[in-house]
C-alpha cells in the first residue's frame, strides 16, 4: 500500500508530454520533436486511412487518383490543420515560431488546393464543392471562426472521418453511390469514438497536474489513481483503433491494386 502511494506521486511529479507519440520533455532535439508531435502521425495515418478506404470501394480505382488524393489530404489535414490549431492557443507547447506556423499551413493548404485543381480536369467540376467545403471546413474548426461554434465533435466527426471518404469515393467515381454514403457514417462514427477517447487523454496529459484517489475493491484490496492508471486504457484504444483502421485501409489498397 505505502509503495503504491510513493508511486503514485512519482507518476504524478514528472510532466507528461503533450501526446503519447511525443517525446519527453527535454532540451534537446527541441526542434524535430516540436515538428513530430505537430504532424500527429497516428491520427494522421488513421485520417489518410479513410480517404483509401473511400478510394477503394468505388465502382472504378484508380492508382493516380488515390496518390494524389492522399498527398492533398497529408498536406491539408497532417500539416495544415494541425499547423492552423496549434497556432491558436498552443495546445502542444511547441516552440515553432508563429510565423513558421502559419507559412506551413498556408503553404499546404494551398498545395491541396493546387492539387485539386488539377484533379478538376479528370475528375470533373463536381470536385470544386469538395476542395471549396475542405478549406471551410479546415479553417473553421481549426481556427474555431464563427465563435467557435464549429469547433465541436459534430465538425470533427464530419470533417476528419466522413469527409475524406466522400471526398476520396468521389474522386474515383465522379459520383457519390450508397456505399460512400456507408463507409461516410462508419467512419464518422469512428471519428466520434476516437474525440471521446483523445479529448480525455489531452487534458489528462496537459491541463492535469496530479491525480488524488483510491480503487477500492470488494476483496479489500486498494490501488492508488494515477495519471498514466487513467490514460492507459484511454490510449491504448486510441493506438489499437488506429492500428485496426490502417489495417483495413491497407488491405483494401492490396486488393483492388492486386485484382485491377
Given at each position: 500500500m505505502r509503495h503504491d502511494a510513493r508511486r503514485a506521486v512519482i507518476d504524478d511529479a514528472h510532466p507528461l508530454p503533450?501526446?503519447?507519440?511525443?517525446?519527453?520533455?527535454?532540451?534537446?532535439?527541441?526542434?524535430?520533436?516540436?515538428?513530430w508531435v505537430l504532424l500527429h502521425p497516428p491520427y494522421t495515418l488513421w485520417h489518410l486511412s479513410y480517404v483509401a478506404i473511400g478510394a477503394t470501394?468505388?465502382?472504378?480505382?484508380?492508382?493516380?487518383?488515390?496518390i494524389a488524393t492522399l498527398l492533398a489530404f497529408l498536406l491539408a489535414v497532417g500539416v495544415g490543420a494541425h499547423a492552423l490549431d496549434e497556432l491558436h492557443g498552443r495546445p502542444l507547447g511547441t516552440a515553432i515560431p508563429a510565423w513558421l506556423?502559419?507559412?506551413?499551413?498556408?503553404?499546404s493548404l494551398a498545395?491541396?488546393?493546387?492539387?485539386?485543381?488539377?484533379?478538376?480536369?479528370r475528375?470533373?467540376?463536381?470536385?470544386?464543392?469538395?476542395?471549396?467545403?475542405?478549406?471551410?471546413?479546415?479553417?473553421?474548426?481549426?481556427?474555431?471562426?464563427l465563435?467557435?461554434?464549429?469547433?465541436?465533435?459534430?465538425?470533427?466527426?464530419?470533417?476528419?472521418?466522413a469527409f475524406p471518404v466522400l471526398t476520396a469515393y468521389y474522386a474515383q467515381a465522379a459520383t457519390l453511390r450508397l456505399p460512400a454514403f456507408a463507409a461516410a457514417a462508419a467512419a464518422y462514427w469512428l471519428s466520434t469514438a476516437q474525440r471521446s477517447l483523445s479529448a480525455p487523454a489531452r487534458t489528462l496529459r496537459r491541463r492535469v497536474d496530479s491525480v488524488d484517489g483510491t480503487i477500492t475493491y470488494r476483496d479489500g484490496r486498494t490501488s492508488q489513481l494515477t495519471r498514466p492508471v487513467l490514460l492507459a486504457p484511454l490510449e491504448a484504444a486510441l493506438k489499437a483503433t488506429a492500428w485496426g483502421v490502417?489495417?483495413?485501409?491497407?488491405?483494401?489498397v492490396l486488393y483492388r491494386t492486386l485484382n485491377a
Amino acid at each position: 500500500m505505502r509503495h503504491d502511494a510513493r508511486r503514485a506521486v512519482i507518476d504524478d511529479a514528472h510532466p507528461l508530454p503533450p501526446a503519447f507519440y511525443a517525446a519527453p520533455p527535454s532540451r534537446s532535439r527541441r526542434a524535430w520533436a516540436d515538428w513530430w508531435v505537430l504532424l500527429h502521425p497516428p491520427y494522421t495515418l488513421w485520417h489518410l486511412s479513410y480517404v483509401a478506404i473511400g478510394a477503394t470501394i468505388a465502382p472504378r480505382f484508380d492508382g493516380g487518383r488515390l496518390i494524389a488524393t492522399l498527398l492533398a489530404f497529408l498536406l491539408a489535414v497532417g500539416v495544415g490543420a494541425h499547423a492552423l490549431d496549434e497556432l491558436h492557443g498552443r495546445p502542444l507547447g511547441t516552440a515553432i515560431p508563429a510565423w513558421l506556423l502559419v507559412s506551413a499551413a498556408v503553404v499546404s493548404l494551398a498545395g491541396a488546393v493546387t492539387i485539386g485543381i488539377l484533379g478538376l480536369e479528370r475528375v470533373g467540376s463536381g470536385l470544386a464543392v469538395f476542395i471549396v467545403v475542405g478549406v471551410a471546413l479546415n479553417c473553421g474548426y481549426n481556427l474555431e471562426l464563427l465563435g467557435g461554434h464549429l469547433h465541436n465533435d459534430v465538425t470533427f466527426a464530419a470533417a476528419w472521418g466522413a469527409f475524406p471518404v466522400l471526398t476520396a469515393y468521389y474522386a474515383q467515381a465522379a459520383t457519390l453511390r450508397l456505399p460512400a454514403f456507408a463507409a461516410a457514417a462508419a467512419a464518422y462514427w469512428l471519428s466520434t469514438a476516437q474525440r471521446s477517447l483523445s479529448a480525455p487523454a489531452r487534458t489528462l496529459r496537459r491541463r492535469v497536474d496530479s491525480v488524488d484517489g483510491t480503487i477500492t475493491y470488494r476483496d479489500g484490496r486498494t490501488s492508488q489513481l494515477t495519471r498514466p492508471v487513467l490514460l492507459a486504457p484511454l490510449e491504448a484504444a486510441l493506438k489499437a483503433t488506429a492500428w485496426g483502421v490502417l489495417s483495413v485501409a491497407v488491405a483494401l489498397v492490396l486488393y483492388r491494386t492486386l485484382n485491377a
